[in-house]
């Protein structure tokens, strides 16, 4: 694919471009146009000859590797990338390059899974095409081979990612502890799994309806297409994605969890309110004040009296 051309295009946002600027030869345009046509994108073309203009309409309704990989200049993160039509779980696809440390960083994608994993043993499913269902494989190295830390890390990142695709700074919160949510309805779910490796996976709802979602997530699930009114760029939406997410890792890799910590209470539903917290050794009710790197662990506030909390030791975090 010409990805010069089809970045251009993408960067004018529905304006003209002179397209013969862009090709090796006049006799390319037809193939060059074609291949665009084939993921999906809405393409306007106007003008004769040597003047022939075109514009992007629609954004491709499939994933585009071209699109994602242009000029990605990333350390670890998407260093390889791959898309595939149908998996049973982007998860398993990055196991599967786990026995080389050359594939740290390796990024699967596709556009349907069969058998997507949520926590706990839950499901993730979503229509085809409708959705950013997404894998990293990593090797970690302290702190962030600790799951918890990890999963925090993509959970700011991703809810970033929202409050961009939204244009709405702050609007993407954190549900403990691996949903982001937009006015209490999810959005997207973060799910870390450990063997060999380290796999990151992340689903977010894009261009799923308002009306498309079963009655038991009618009031509990949420897209970007549902809150904006816009049909989302896939592709564009999973560059930026693994942009921040690498810019992040290695942030948090070379400066340590504090940075991380302070964002992601930040981002945090039960910021300052008032929690349950159920832990291996008892239940308590205080108010969420802080989440502190060095000893790892939750800050509460209890008539003055504050506590902390092992982010490990805890089983289950609800507002009260």
């Given amino acids: 694919m010409n990805g010069e051309l089809l970045n251009r295009l993408i960067e004018a946002d529905g304006a003209f471009v002179r397209v013969f600027n862009y090709l090796a030869s006049p006799d390319d345009l037809d193939r060059v146009l074609a291949e665009f046509a084939a993921f999906g994108f809405g393409i306007d073309v106007q003008g004769e000859g040597d003047r022939i203009e075109a514009a992007i309409r629609a954004p491709a309704l499939r994933l585009c590797p071209d699109q994602i990989e242009w000029r990605l200049e990333t350390r670890t993160i998407g260093r390889r990338i791959a898309v595939w039509d149908r998996v049973t779980s982007t998860n398993d696809v990055a196991f599967r390059a786990s026995s080389s440390n050359a594939n740290d960083g390796f990024v699967a994608l596709a556009e349907e899974q069969t058998a997507g994993r949520g926590r706990r043993g839950g499901v993730w499913s979503a229509e085809r095409g409708s959705s950013i269902l997404m894998s990293v494989l990593l090797f970690p190295k302290p702190p962030l081979d600790d799951p918890f830390w990890l999963t925090a890390l993509a959970a700011v990142a991703v809810a970033r990612g929202v409050d961009d695709a939204i244009g709405e700074p702050g609007v993407a919160r954190i ?34 309806s308002a009306e498309s979602w079963p ?32 810019d992040y890792y290695h942030r948090v890799s070379e400066q340590g969890l504090e940075l991380l910590a302070r964002e992601w209470f930040d981002r945090c539903e039960f910021r300052d309110r008032n929690v349950r917290v159920i832990a291996r050794n008892g239940e308590v009710i205080a108010r969420a004040i802080g989440l502190e790197s060095e000893s790892r662990s939750l800050l509460v506030e209890d008539e003055g009296r504050e506590m902390r909390i092992p982010v490990h030791a805890i089983e289950k975090l609800t507002n009260f």
């Fill in 175 to 208: 549900k403990w502890p691996n949903d982001i949510r937009v006015n209490e309805r999810k959005i997207a779910g973060i799910l870390v799994e450990r063997r060999d490796a380290t796999v990151l996976g992340i689903g977010l709802n894009v261009n799923q």
């Fill in 215 to 246: 009655a038991d997530l009618v009031d509990k699930a949420t897209s970007l297409r549902a809150i904006s009114g816009r049909f989302g760029d896939r592709s564009r939406i999973v560059r930026a994605l693994i942009a921040t997410l690498d």
